[in-house]
């Protein structure tokens, strides 16, 4: 992978002054970026860029304002910065974000700093913030294309927004609904590694929003499928899926990312641990696995409500019985009448630490995880206590309109 | 202090932010080296959060001391990596206002200990990062 490699050209003078409101940026960085997302969004084609989810919990003001105090306090030694820049690079490519859109972000932002800092954002501060917003936006805009370069050279890869159609929807429970998405243009796709998720545009009739969604099926040239659950207090995008979206209708996705997935040569047995819908990257994962590596030794537990939420049992049963070494375990935790254990489900209860480490190898396993908060919380937390060191423990929040993201 | 944050909390955070560390490509080698014990290494952290967030008062130690130690491998870099690692496991973890102060405190901190490898000296741990 080719870095691009800042390069020493930003005035002494201009260093001297982004230094300088390093001070103020900590105490109003995130009133600062409040009042910039504010002025950005005053404009719907910039407003329609945004995951908008991310905005309402202050998640994604407060990535940003820590982004640009990074970018202030290491004015001196860029080079530091490589990291970040990747990461945001990577983040832009997913949202397809453009050089066009830079000079509108670049006037909210130093508009926002004026109306915070007052009379403190003098005309050379804001001069010196706006030489230094280009120098990083220039870096971001080199990387950006060169990572979709990358992406467009591999077989079926693609770049910015492609047109799919919705070529099946299956009910794989009460809330959860699988769309498998085929490209419009009847070509390949780009095969995803298994855990990775695509970037929807979902033209809805209160307008355009993009939402995350993990990928269900293993890689493939031909399709992907997402299974999606239907967020009745979310922010709208599965309420579209589930109430609006047939065969036949089109939507738009970029290429699959996400750093968290299955390797391609797993050196561990696996357990992997899943929560509700948390479940979409662990399917992803076993058809992966069923088709090949025979040879890994594979534990699939995941906890749902009841029979009525259970998702993609049987598909898992089968991939587990075709395999030989896959177990597969599922736990209720509001079993309804008729549900149970050795029938509908395996256990009855929430999943517990005691019951992995007398039933899964987590002394030498590999554990991914995919759920809820909370559910995160407690088995990073538990599986850490049980032994399990951090080097094993993978994990990906999941949940309704609030994926964590960084600006 | 925040009426929702609490040690189990930062408990899972600090096991879940390591976690990803020890997987990193450049932080995972540097904290191999450093860290002898991880089950002792995660309840000092421990230890250091809860007092830093909560009060706990547990934590009884000289962080600049201890990264002075390492001063040679630990680059500008790598605290952009600390950072950014810790930013999306508390984002992942814990609820947005939460997240955010341990964010705050983690940047101040990174702010700190950078200061300090700059200078190689060893100062008192400052005051406005002992208090929670």
């Known amino acids: ?407 | 202090m925040l009426p929702d944050l609490t040690e189990a909390d930062l408990r899972a955070l600090v096991h879940g932010f390591y976690a990803r560390v020890r997987q990193d490509p450049e932080l995972g080698p540097v904290f191999a080296d450093a860290v002898a014990d991880w089950d002792e290494h995660l309840q000092r952290l421990t230890d250091f959060w809860t007092s830093l967030m909560l009060g706990s008062g547990r934590y009884r130690g000289h962080p600049a001391g201890v990264h002075l130690a390492h001063a040679a491998r630990i680059r500008p870099a790598l605290f952009q990596r600390w950072l950014a690692l810790w930013r999306r496991s508390s984002d992942e973890l814990l609820p947005p206002a939460q997240a955010r102060a341990v964010q705050e405190r983690a940047a101040r901190i990174a702010d700190h200990l950078q200061r300090v490898l700059a200078a190689r000296a060893v100062p008192a741990f400052s005051d406005q990062e002992s208090t929670p």
């Open chain 1, 1 to 407: 992978m080719s870095h691009a490699t800042p390069r020493p050209v930003l005035s002494e003078a201009t260093r001297a002054l982004v230094r300088a409101s390093v001070p103020a940026l900590a105490e109003h960085g995130t009133l600062i970026t409040t009042t910039m997302y504010r002025r950005l969004f005053q404009d719907a084609s910039i407003r329609a860029l945004f995951n908008q989810a991310n905005q309402d919990g202050g998640s994604q003001p407060a990535a940003l304002a820590g982004a640009i105090l990074a970018y202030a306090r290491h004015i001196d030694d860029l080079g530091a910065l490589t990291g970040a820049v990747e990461r945001m690079a990577q983040k832009h490519i997913a949202y397809h974000i453009l050089p066009e859109h830079y000079p509108s972000v670049a006037k909210a932002l130093l508009g926002a700093i004026g109306e915070v800092l007052g009379e403190a954002a003098t005309p050379e501060l804001l001069a010196a913030w706006g030489e230094a917003y280009w120098f990083l936006a220039d870096l971001l805009i080199a990387r950006e294309a060169a990572i979709r370069s990358e992406i467009e050279a591999d077989a079926g890869g693609w770049r910015g927004w492609r047109r799919f159609t919705v070529a099946q929807r299956i009910v794989e429970s009460e809330l959860i609904v699988s769309f498998v998405l085929r490209p419009a243009d009847g070509g390949a796709v780009l095969p995803h590694k298994p855990g990775q998720y695509l970037t929807l545009r979902l033209a809805t009739p209160q307008g355009e929003i993009k939402r995350n969604y993990s990928i269900s099926c293993g890689p493939n040239a031909d399709h992907y499928r997402i299974s999606v659950k239907r967020e009745a207090q979310g922010h709208g995008g599965s309420r579209y899926l589930h109430d609006a979206v047939a065969v036949g209708d089109s939507l738009e996705a970029t290429p699959p990312s996400g750093d968290f997935y299955l390797p391609d040569a797993p050196s561990r047995p696996v357990v992997l641990l899943s929560g509700g819908v948390g479940l979409t990257p662990m399917v992803s994962m076993l058809e992966t696995i069923a088709a090949k590596h025979p040879q890994l030794e594979t534990h699939y537990v995941h906890g749902t409500a009841n029979s009525a939420s259970h998702a993609m049992d049987a598909h898992v049963r089968r991939l587990a019985s075709g395999h030989g070494r896959m177990r597969v375990a599922s736990f209720y935790c509001e079993p309804r009448g008729g549900d149970a254990p050795g029938k509908t489900h395996d256990v009855d209860g929430l999943i517990d630490i005691a019951w992995l480490r007398s039933n899964t190898p987590l002394d030498q396993a590999d554990v991914y995880l995919c759920g809820p908060r909370p559910f995160l919380r407690r088995f990073v937390q538990e599986l850490a206590q049980a032994g399990v060191p951090g080097e094993r423990i993978h994990y990906e929040f999941f949940g309704p309109s609030d994926e964590a993201l960084a600006a």
